[in-house]
């Protein structure tokens, strides 16, 4: 059973800086391209940023290239999201997610979910 425990969120002014960690068990994590998915009030899932097994290749949506960093620990089985210059749209729970669909189509389809996110107020 995938289990994803995110934490690192919190109250941030505009500009500021977060770090997001996922621990992950339940799968051999390695193996898996991973992903950090978010979720605005009032509206959908939206993937943010992706890292491929290895950790070689990363991608990320436009709303938070340059501002954003994915990596992973293969060691710790960890997932970490720095997000950078932080605005109030980027207010949401974030997710992480291992891909079980890549490229990513359709969020819920793509994507397995095994945790309850963690909160991130960006105030202006």
């Known amino acids: 059973q995938v289990q994803l425990v995110e934490s690192g969120g919190g109250l941030v002014q505009y500009g500021g800086s977060l770090r997001l960690s996922c621990a992950a068990s339940g799968f051999t994590f390695f193996r898996w391209h991973m992903s950090w998915v978010r979720q605005a009030p009032g509206k959908g899932l939206e993937w943010i940023a992706v890292?491929?097994?290895?950790?070689?290749?990363?991608y990320y949506a436009d709303s938070v290239k340059g501002r954003f960093t994915i990596s992973r620990d293969d060691v710790k089985d960890m997932l970490y999201l720095q997000m950078n210059s932080l605005k109030p749209e980027d207010t949401a729970v974030y997710y992480c997610a291992n891909v079980k669909g890549w490229p990513i189509g359709d969020v819920r389809r793509d994507l397995n979910f095994g945790g309850q996110g963690t909160q991130v107020t960006v105030s202006s």
């Open positions: 890292i491929d097994n290895g950790g070689g290749n990363t």
